[in-house]
């Protein structure tokens, strides 16, 4: 069984996403921090993830992985432990950009899809239920209002001990929408088929709940 969570930066999916595979007891992959690593490896060998050239050459040659240890999730890049290195904010705009690159979009996916193929999983993106896993047997889109995005982004980094100013965490989360929604591989959109639910005005185990509701 395979659930698919998509939306955009802010909305709550991968929160959502690692609870409800909890309540299920099944795995949880984050493609998000996928890309944040390959985004990485070109930041660090002074590339830019703009620049298809250099995204195909440092990124496509990267070797990432997403384990569970002591129950938690850490991502390795080239075998070094990065879980802390792809949250600083700037990786986030960097991300999207390396993304929208197919030479590394085709990559991740034939990754993410050779992994849900033998197990039971919920994956979180922006293209899981319209491009990864089409035929997921849930798919679910989240959404919540730029404002209320932006809160939570900015709680997020200020719990981790983090220097942020409210507005331009809310100006990189626009930019983030407009740069996944205007890619031309795979953009972020609601599957056909999907259940939208706007998390704006939702507790996270209201939400959690919700998706329950229908898998159940």
Not at 192 to 214: N, R
Request: glycine share 8%; with cysteine.
């Amino acid at each position: 069984m395979n659930i698919a969570i998509d939306g955009p930066a802010g909305a709550g999916k991968s929160t959502i996403a690692k609870l409800l595979a909890g309540e299920l007891n099944i795995l949880y992959l984050d493609t998000g921090a996928m890309y944040r690593a390959a985004a990485l490896r070109v930041l660090r060998a002074g590339g830019d993830c703009q620049n298809p050239a250099d995204a195909e050459r440092i990124a496509g040659g990267a070797d990432i992985a997403v384990r569970y240890e002591g129950g938690a999730q850490r991502v390795y890049l080239d075998g070094a432990d990065v879980t802390a290195a792809i949250r600083e904010p700037h990786i986030s705009k960097a991300a999207s950009d390396v993304s929208a690159h197919p030479a590394v979009r085709y990559k991740m996916v034939e990754l993410q899809r050779e992994i849900a193929k033998n197990t039971d999983m919920i994956l979180d993106g922006r293209d899981i239920g319209t491009f990864v896993l089409p035929h997921a047997a849930y798919k679910f889109f989240l959404t919540a209002d730029a404002d209320e995005r932006a809160r939570r982004r900015y709680d997020e980094q200020k719990a981790k001990g983090m220097r942020v100013d409210l507005n331009l965490v809310k100006a990189e989360i626009l930019a983030r929408d407009a740069n996944d929604s205007g890619r031309a591989l795979a953009p972020l959109k609601k599957a056909a088929d999907a259940v939208e639910i706007d998390t704006t005005a939702l507790s996270i185990a209201e939400v959690v709940q919700k998706l329950l509701s229908y898998i159940r």
